[in-house]
């Protein structure tokens, strides 16, 4: 219980030394890199994800799965790059994850805060903390206005349920 206490009152005074600039950008940072996460799942053998979102992630599936030149489907791999996203839609729709909802507000975050300018160090105090999943709540409901707080958290617990699984951190640069 006093270890608990420690750790809220460290994150909050932690946070109290982040800029207001950086603490939005980090609610964009947040978004994006649920969106990143959830393509690089679905598309795991790209390299280069430009022009990606997931607003047009089925058409990608379909862009990809069909031969540039001869406009000939790799049906096996349309239906691999289909069951996969359904797969992971079905897992993120159990924890509230709206298909019709959360990509465009998704977008909407990203384009309304930005993302991080500058990463910071890999062993840094800061680094810790944007991969804190509590620092990162109490960061939403301190800085988000209040009618984003609950998609943002689910953004949040999507993004931290995606990392489990792949044994990541949340932030990935």
């Known amino acids: 219980m006093f270890t608990d206490t420690c750790e809220k009152a460290e994150s909050q005074s932690c946070q109290a030394d982040v800029p207001l600039e950086v603490k939005n950008?980090?609610?964009g940072e947040i978004a994006y890199q649920l969106d990143g996460r959830i393509l690089?799942?679905?598309f795991q053998g790209h390299?280069?994800?430009?022009?990606?979102?997931?607003l047009n992630l089925p058409e990608k599936i379909i862009q990809v799965s069909t031969h540039p030149l001869t406009g000939k489907v790799d049906e096996g791999y349309r239906l691999h790059l289909t069951q996969r996203y359904a797969d992971l839609m079905e897992q993120l729709n159990r924890l509230g994850f709206k298909t019709t909802l959360h990509p465009p507000f998704t977008e909407f975050i990203v384009n309304t805060y930005g993302i991080l300018k500058e990463r910071p160090d890999k062993?840094?105090?800061q680094t810790m903390d944007?991969?804190?999943p509590d620092f990162l709540r109490?960061?939403?409901?301190?800085t988000a206005p209040g009618k984003l707080q609950k998609d943002l958290l689910l953004v949040l617990t999507c993004l931290c349920s995606m990392a489990q699984k792949d044994r990541k951190p949340l932030l990935l640069y």
Do not use: A, Q
């Open 130 to 132: 944007y991969n804190n």
């Open 47 to 54: 390299k280069r994800l430009y022009g990606f979102t997931l």
């Open 40 to 42: 690089s799942y679905v």
């Open 25 to 27: 950008r980090l609610l």
């Open 123 to 125: 062993y840094s105090t």
């Open 138 to 142: 109490e960061l939403i409901v301190t």
